[in-house]
Each structure stands twice: as C-alpha cells, then as structure tokens.
C-alpha cells in the first residue's frame, strides 16, 4: 500500500516538475490516484500556473474541487476532470472567463453545475454518465459560444427532453429516453 502511494507521489512529481521545467501549458495529472489536488503543488506551480491552459485529472478519485484550485488556474482553456467521484463545482468556476471546454463525464453530478452557464467563452460541456435529472436549458440557450453539451446516460426527465429542441441553437447529446449504461467496474 505505501508502495503504491509513494509511486503515485513520484509520478504526480514528476508530471509537475516537467510542466514547471518546461513551461508547458499543459498539466496531466491522469490516473494518478489523486483523492484531492495536492496543496504543495500550488507552490510549485506558483511561477508557472498563469501559463497553463489546460488541466487533466481524470481517472482520479476526487470527490471535489477547491476554490483555490480554480484561482490558481484562472487561464484555463480546457479542464478534464472526467471519471471522478465530483458532485459539484466551486462558486468559483465563474471566474474561469476563457475556459472552452469542460469534461466532467463519469462523475456523480445529481444538478447539472450551474456555474457553468457564467461562462461566456464555453464551447463544450461534456456531463455523460451522470445522474442529472433537470438542465438549466433557459441558461444554457443564452450562451454565445456553446456548441456542444453531452448529457448522454443521464437520467433526465421528460421536461428537458421536450423543451430543449426549440429553444437552443448548440448539440445537445441525450440518451434515448431509458437507456442503461453498464455499470462501472
């Protein structure tokens, strides 16, 4: 057990000193077995956090996100937090104003993250394999920039089904009415 965590130490290490080493705009944090953002990263990243554009912490087990994580990473393009245990977002996210895309698939949202319908600059939104019943779909239509939201293997109810269609203008993925995905392993 303290094997396998002091590997996965070593390698978030390792990811975070090749992105602040090599100025890159980008941060992987993928299946490294992360229960919450490590708060001595914030450090590391000090000097390079405003460069990164895009984030990846999928495949992790964050139950949640800090405010602090959102600050830190204020000029974020792209975040991919899909196949965590996340239910909710921070107040914050309002502040990300250049984020595009958010990947927050195969997670256990109940309510669709609201947060996000603040977000002018957003393009895509993926929420598959959730267990969001209700959208924001009178927001959402008044989004610019959105092109695409996946709610696919989500139990949405019959409203957002018959009132979306006509009122919005981007790719609204759903399930057919339904549908089962399988269960995680």
Do not use: W
Not at 106 to 135: G, H, K, Y
């Amino acid at each position: 057990m303290l094997k396998k965590m002091g590997e996965a130490v070593a390698r978030v290490a390792r990811k975070v000193n090749e992105t602040a080493e090599s100025g890159s705009d980008t941060l992987d944090l993928a299946d490294c077995n992360l229960v919450s953002f490590p708060i001595g990263l914030y450090k590391v990243l000090r000097n390079v956090s405003q460069g990164i554009r895009l984030v990846t912490l999928a495949n992790n087990e964050l139950k949640s996100l800090t405010s602090k994580f959102i600050t830190t990473f204020s000029q974020l393009r792209e975040l991919r937090l899909e196949g965590n245990y996340l239910h909710h977002l921070p107040d914050e996210v309002r502040t990300l104003l250049h984020l595009r895309a958010i990947d927050l698939s195969r997670n256990q949202f109940r309510d669709f993250p609201e947060q996000l319908t603040a977000l002018q600059a957003l393009e895509t939104i993926n929420l598959e394999e959730n267990e969001i019943v209700d959208v924001p779909v009178e927001k959402l239509a008044t989004m610019e920039s959105l092109k695409s939201v996946n709610l696919k293997f989500n139990p949405l109810n019959a409203e957002v089904r018959v009132i979306a269609r006509p009122l919005i203008k981007f790719d609204l993925l759903m399930s057919p009415e339904g549908a089962q995905v399988a269960p995680r392993p």
